[in-house]
């Protein structure tokens, strides 16, 4: 028995139903007879989250009916997994309307923003509550709060908005945790996308933030590795939903991932690789609906030099982003401009993706899903920056993102006959200075087909000539049709 840790981590959508926790079961047997502890880190079920974001947000109308409605699912599943769950229910009902009353007399943002983040995380509690005790009819299994494992750590955040709703903790071992649950059942679980807040109550570690919980909890506990299990086989060469052509991605390292994941790759968090990277943790990505699927793995090297090999591994479509124009007519020789933008977007609890510079603008890109961007606080910016300069902004902004080794001769093998660059207006092209990322700027009504004619010119055309299926797996249209 080699008693190290694996974690499991399962999404909303893969913690629903009976068939699913059915999977769930059977993978921890498997995982059990190979010597290992096990860690499960769940999601809320599919929509909780949401459903509980908009009780906060409707000011108590039609509140009553809406935390019966959100019971009521938990209800039915539990019936459907034979388990008596009165007291939980019960209890989350008296905790969902505490907090609810606690956000609408709530003094300032800073409280709000504390009781809504404890609101949210009831959904994580039910999921993994609910999953301890139907596991315990076969298993045994004991329930730990992932509070207890990880802290956020402290950041700039005059309204607290960030630090409670996408807050950031370190990746790392605790030997004294490893221990401790060590000492516990074989089988543990636990929340993913909490954690505790440094001056008290609970953090969540932004959407997508069960993944990074994941490695992170791995980290603690030195674990050999992390499996995502979700409902897509894995990570692919652009999003399958939009190019069904899209080819299965066999291997990445941390770095690829990394810049996928940070350019809309939407199937593993950034913060998520990011913490298994730092730890040397490999990720393996997975089908839960055909566990029998190789899926994606991520670790430091495969061990083969093809892995390592220059090209364009994946084409990705980074949505949801605003772009500031800011006209300043001698950028480059006025000391400290550049300091003072990015002091007041820095002040405001934003970060930024792409900036680049000219003699009269500054174009500035912001994730505005990552940094709880909305109208109001994007107007909010603008008028700061309005002080020293002259701001436009483009609030529905796409970044098609080319990823891989060797990026800066990609965009010569471009057919000569797409004439998609004279039609079309860019904001910015931007370059990593790593090599493995070229990120094109536009308005979100051309991102699609801009995405349609990297990924032919770039992938599929390469691929046909190259064969290198030690990188790349079967299409999204092979796997969907069994073949």
Known sequence: MNDRWVVLKF???????LKQWESIATLIR????D???????????????????????????????????????HRLLARELNINVTGLLRQADREISDLLDLIKVAP?????????????????WLSTRMGEFYLSLDLQVQWVDARDALTAEQEPDKSGKRSRLSARCNSGPDNILERDWSARARV???????????????ALLGRGGSDTSAALLASRLSAKHVEIWTDVPGLFSADPRVIPSARLLRYLNYDEALE?????????????????????IPILVRDLTNRGNAGTTICRGPGSTVHLSQGIRAVCCQSDMAVLLLQNLDTREHIGFLAWVFTQISEAGVSIDLVATSETTTTV???????????EMLKALADRLEDRCRVTVFSECSAINLVGRGVRTALADIDPGSEFFSKHALLMLSQSANDMCIS?????????????????????????????NDIYGPSWNEIRDGQ
């Open 11 to 17: 999404g909303g959508t893969s913690v629903t139903g």
């Open 30 to 33: 498997e995982r059990l007879d």
């Open 35 to 73: 010597g290992n502890r096990v860690l499960l880190v769940c999601s809320a079920l599919s929509g909780v989250t949401n459903a509980l974001l908009n009780m906060a947000a409707s000011a108590g109308v039609a509140r009553d009916s809406a935390v019966t409605a959100l019971l009521d699912r």
């Open 108 to 124: 300032d943002q800073s409280a709000r923003y504390s009781a809504l983040a404890s609101l949210i995380s009831v959904g994580e």
């Open 188 to 202: 543990l679980i636990c929340q993913g996308y909490v954690a505790s807040h440094p001056f008290g109550g609970t």
């Open 260 to 280: 996928m994941a940070a350019s809309g790759a939407k199937v593993v968090h950034a913060r998520c690789i990011r913490a298994a990277a730092d730890a040397g």
């Open 365 to 375: 890109a912001l994730d505005r899903i990552r940094n709880h961007l909305d109208e």
């Open 440 to 468: 094109i700027l536009l308005h979100s009504q051309d991102a699609e087909a801009l995405l349609f004619t990297l990924h032919d010119n770039l992938i599929v055309t390469a691929l046909d000539e190259t064969r290198t």
